[in-house]
């Protein structure tokens, strides 16, 4: 039976997906057409600039920008055995119509292993996910000991997706040997970086993988109880997953003896209440217990004594998606995938300056280039590659040198960077990247939770420093200091905030100094965009004195008679830019 | 109140409960109000001073009542030149409350912001997600009257 899959992702969504599904239901049931087509309500497919998609089986038929009153005619298509051109993918640089998912280029050097039930099955029903191997895993768990399954995870290479890296076997090991009348798993699914959403659509797509997981982690570690922690901003997220723990809880996947084993397990929902730092572990323990959301100093790490002073197992959601992959296609054959020391695949979040934005999945070690420019389409309206941002406001920038260098999680750190979710923020030549670090520095000084000084007073610092530079009254010294300081506040803080809030300082310090010492020195903003370094010119020999920049200007800075060059007086100019979109000779300039 | 003492019931008991307590209560009046605070400490046998450091700990929580759509005028520079002060004094006449206020109907809460990256269209202001730019004070009523109305349906 052939199958019509329609995105229901929160981007999919925003754009009206839903009136799609309903107009394709109500079109199959008039045409008498249930029988032959088998519609579904899916999760991300990823490529959200595209949406609403439509992914049409099994001959793989990718549909982009649907609306509801293409249905008519798609289904009419679609019954005659043909292709709906119209609404397929446009490649922009051919023009060509791209018959089947496969080919689009955002998914032909992809590896979807994690993500292959997003776009796919109907996160709603847990059937679904039984016939394409669903908890095939947890059943093959059950009959080893957990010894073998923690071997396992540490054969595969797996490593923690929530930003450190660590070592999950390793990890679960630890955990396995402490000894306590209970313990604990948790899902780390608070998501806070913004510019990244593998975790929302992980578990809006496939919340099942993500139980399986935790079941998984939980009869390794010898736990009963799991929690998952997500953030109050995802909604859809935790409907699925409250209505995936409701159907896994009657097929008998939680509760009581599983599967005639003796293994016990249930797992509850926690949602966040708006807090970044929630997502570090031991704040997240403090909220889930109903507390403030502030880290304390490790050891004793969660391994030892975790939730309510119990052992505890924490991981992050894509991390435990990657646990029944494992389990079913084998530690070794896993392990294949990727570089030496980082196994297996990463979503990335791209977005920023580039054609294609969406979540991405890759084998580990693939080259920056390959991202950006072959998935990702490259750079939008044709600007130059500046940067690219990876790690959100915990990351560092890597540039045009870097583009060749296979991503991996010691790759990134080697290079100033860190792998941290996985958002990937594309930046064209129109980037201040002054300007961008202040920006993350006072997203992370705002997330503060105000607990250690380095980094509630030192990060205040480095973002008056850095207030100072965007404005025209830095100094060169103010470089060395936000080097210094920034050095002393990753080494003093508590928790991994303070502990990697400078380093988009220290990493566009360290490759676009020069961009700094012109803030600095010549009070100047190359890409444009910090308004207190700009002004406005006019250029006589272009100017026509048609009076247009004159009368749009809203400070009445602009002055000139007929036929006499303009002039713009630079104390009343409120820098709008208006003039220069105004003026059809392009005799006004920036600088 | 009555509901308030359902809530506080159905956490009493459980471990952490005092987040989705708060939660809850937050939905069912849009805020947490200093009487609904206390009757949540009595409840749940702690301290005035915890629950109220765990309320302004998490941005979720509001300890002032909000209204349904929340406006934010640009005081950037190109609006403020452009008349974004005579939109302001507008806004606040027609709603009878001062910016950073709510209505007391809590149909709208009227902030200001820094700029809103509309400078061309000055002055700017946007409800909820909508930007309406080359306001004036004229404008305003029309525009307000849209946002009562679809609440009203
Ligand atoms: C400020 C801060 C925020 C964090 N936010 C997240 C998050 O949103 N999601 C996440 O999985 N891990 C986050 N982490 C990392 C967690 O502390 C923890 O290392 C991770 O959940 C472990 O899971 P893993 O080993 O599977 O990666 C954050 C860490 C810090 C210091
Ligand atoms: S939400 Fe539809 S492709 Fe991402």
């Avoid at chain 1, 990244?196 to 797509?205: N, P, T, V, Y």
């Avoid at chain 2, 027609?94 to 209505?103: A, D, Q, V």
């Amino acid at each position: 039976m052939k199958e019509i899959l329609v995105c229901g992702g929160t981007g999919c969504i925003s754009g009206d997906s839903r009136l799609v599904h309903d107009a394709l239901e109500q079109e199959l049931s008039r045409q008498g057409l249930e029988a032959e087509f088998k519609l579904k309500y899916t999760g991300c497919h990823g490529f959200c600039e595209q949406g609403p998609v439509i992914l049409v089986t099994p001959k793989d038929n990718f549909y982009c920008k649907v609306a509801p009153q293409d249905v008519p005619n798609l289904i009419h298509q679609l019954k005659e055995g043909k292709v709906y051109d119209e609404l397929l993918y446009v490649e922009p640089t051919t023009n060509e119509r791209i018959l089947t998912r496969h080919d689009v280029p955002f998914y032909k050097k992809q590896q979807r292993l994690v993500l292959k039930n997003c776009g796919i099955i109907d996160p709603e029903n847990i059937d679904d996910y039984l016939s394409s191997c669903g908890y095939k895993s947890l059943q093959k768990v059950l009959k080893l000991q957990p010894e073998q399954v923690i071997q396992e995870i540490k054969t595969s290479g797996l490593r923690g997706r929530g930003g450190g890296g660590f070592p999950t076997g390793t990890k679960w090991d630890f955990a396995r040997k402490s000894v306590a009348d209970n313990k604990y798993i948790i899902c780390n699914a608070d998501e806070g970086d913004p510019g990244a959403f593998m975790d929302r659509s992980l578990s809006e797509g496939d919340p099942h993988a993500v139980l399986e997981g935790m079941l998984i982690a939980g009869y390794a570690i010898g736990a009963q109880e799991g929690y998952i922690y997500i953030r109050a901003e995802y909604p859809l997220a935790v409907k699925r997953l409250s209505i995936a723990i409701e159907q896994a809880k009657a097929r008998g996947y939680l509760g009581k003896n599983l599967l005639g084993s003796k293994f016990d397990f249930s797992i509850k929902i926690k949602q966040g209440a708006g807090a970044f730092v929630c997502g570090e572990e031991t704040a997240l323990m403090e909220s889930i217990q109903g507390n403030r959301g502030m880290p304390r100093p490790r050891p004793p790490y969660p391994a030892v004594k975790g939730l309510w002073d119990r052992p505890s197992n924490i991981n992050n959601v894509e991390t435990l998606a990657n646990v029944p992959v494992i389990m079913e296609m084998g530690s070794e054959r896993y392990a294949q995938i990727g570089t030496e020391k980082s196994k297996g695949t990463k979503i990335f979040a791209l977005t920023g300056k580039v054609n294609n934005t969406g979540l991405a999945e890759v084998p580990m070690g693939i080259t920056l280039r390959e991202v950006v420019f072959d998935i990702g389409g490259g750079v939008s309206d044709g600007k130059k590659f500046k940067a690219v941002q990876i790690g959100g406001p915990s990351g560092g920038c890597l540039t045009e040198e870097h583009l060749d260098l296979p991503i991996d999680y010691d790759s990134l750190l080697e290079a100033g960077a860190m792998m941290g979710s996985g958002g990937l923020v594309v930046m064209d030549e129109s980037t201040c990247m002054v300007e961008l670090a202040r920006f993350f520095l006072s997203f992370s000084r705002h997330e503060s939770c105000g607990k250690c000084t380095p980094c509630r007073e030192g990060n205040t610092r480095l973002l008056e420093i850095l207030q100072r530079i965007v404005e025209g009254n830095g100094e060169m010294e103010d470089l060395d200091r936000l080097q210094s300081l920034g050095e002393n506040i990753i080494q003093s803080s508590l928790c991994g905030l303070g502990q990697t809030a400078p380093n988009p300082i220290l990493s566009t310090l360290k490759y676009f100094r020069q961009e700094y010492e012109l803030h600095v020195k010549n009070k100047v903003c190359p890409a444009g965009v910090c308004k207190a370094l700009l002004s406005y010119k006019v250029m006589e020999d272009k100017c026509k004195a048609c009076g247009l920049c004159k009368k749009s200007c809203p400070t009445e800075a602009i002055t000139g008679e007929k036929k006499q060059a303009h002039k713009i007086d630079v104390s009343k100019c409120a820098q709008c830019g208006v003039c220069m979109e105004k003026c059809p000779f392009d005799a006004i300039i920036r600088g | 109140m009555e509901d308030i003492s359902k809530l506080i019931d159905k956490y009493r008991g459980s471990h952490g409960g005092l987040i989705p307590l708060l939660q809850e209560a937050q939905d069912q009046a849009g805020y947490l109000s200093r009487e609904t605070l206390e009757q949540i400490a009595e409840g749940m046998k702690l301290s005035l001073a915890k629950v109220l450091g765990v309320t302004t700990f998490y941005s979720q929580f509001h300890l002032k009542p909000r209204g349904k759509n929340i406006i934010r005028i640009c005081m950037g520079t190109a609006c403020h030149v452009r008349g974004g002060a005579s939109i302001m004094a507008k806004l606040e006449e027609e709603l009878g409350i001062k910016t950073g206020e709510t209505t007391k109907d809590l149909e709208f809460t009227l902030e200001s912001v820094a700029c809103i990256g509309a400078c061309g269209l000055a002055p700017v202001m946007s409800i909820n997600d909508d930007i309406h730019g080359k306001l004036t004070p004229e404008k305003i009523p029309e525009i307000l009257a849209k946002y009562r109305r679809q609440e009203a349906v």
